[in-house]
């Protein structure tokens, strides 16, 4: 018997989207009733985040919470979040639900540990609300290894990047530019680089 899977989504609505496409390409089902349950909650009015960890935004704490507990009265036995960033607020929201909240960045670093054992390095690509909170950097200390950063003028680069992809407005330039920063952690040591946003 497979468990529900709650989604608090919307945080973006293209992010929602692909996580549940992935779910269902990824899920072994040779009909319908073989694919996992999900019950989403896509809700795009969820202040923005990255201002709100920066300090000039919104506090998006009681939405993400409201949107957790709704989830676990649908029955929902566990929820994620494809969002990075909303992680910020990973504390709030596992604290006022009584089912697990996967944490993205424990799950990111663990996949990393068993792909590429003996990782020292990796980059991270994500916006600058998301390298601010250090999440990343928190979740691979505990396996040795160093997350590398964009430094100011390319970690710009990276936040137009995805907020183009937010409003899928993305050029070849700007996709150039993502490439050059990636390439750019590489030659700083990163043999492998997150893509810290879920757009």
């Known amino acids: 018997m ?4 709650g989604v608090l989504g919307g945080m973006g609505p293209w992010a929602t989207l692909d996580f549940f496409e992935k779910v269902l390409r990824l899920t072994p089902a040779r009909r319908d009733q073989e694919h996992l349950r999900l019950i989403i909650d896509n809700n795009p009015r969820i202040p923005d985040r990255g201002p709100a960890i920066l300090g000039d ?3 998006p704490t009681p939405a993400l919470v409201a ?3 709704t989830l676990e009265a649908a029955g929902a036995a566990f929820i994620a979040i494809p969002c990075n960033t909303a992680h910020a607020f990973h504390r709030a929201i596992q604290e006022a639900v009584r089912v697990p909240v996967l944490h993205i960045m424990t799950e990111v670093a663990r996949a990393a540990a068993e792909r590429f054992p003996g990782l020292a390095r ?4 994500g916006t600058t609300a998301t390298v601010a909170t250090g999440l990343y950097q928190q979740a691979f ?5 160093d997350v590398l ?6 970690q710009q680069r990276i936040d137009r990047l995805i907020y183009a992809i937010k409003a899928r407005q993305v ?3 700007l996709r150039a530019a993502g490439i050059g920063v990636g390439r750019g952690l590489a030659r700083g ?4 680089v997150i893509l810290g946003c879920t757009e």
């Open 2 to 5: 497979h468990r529900t899977i």
């Open 57 to 59: 935004g919104e506090d």
């Open 67 to 69: 949107g957790a507990r």
């Open 122 to 125: 990796v980059g991270l690509l």
């Open 141 to 145: 200390r505990g396996l040795g290894t």
């Open 149 to 154: 950063v964009p430094d100011p003028e390319d």
């Open 171 to 173: 050029d070849e330039g």
């Open 189 to 192: 040591g990163a043999t492998a």
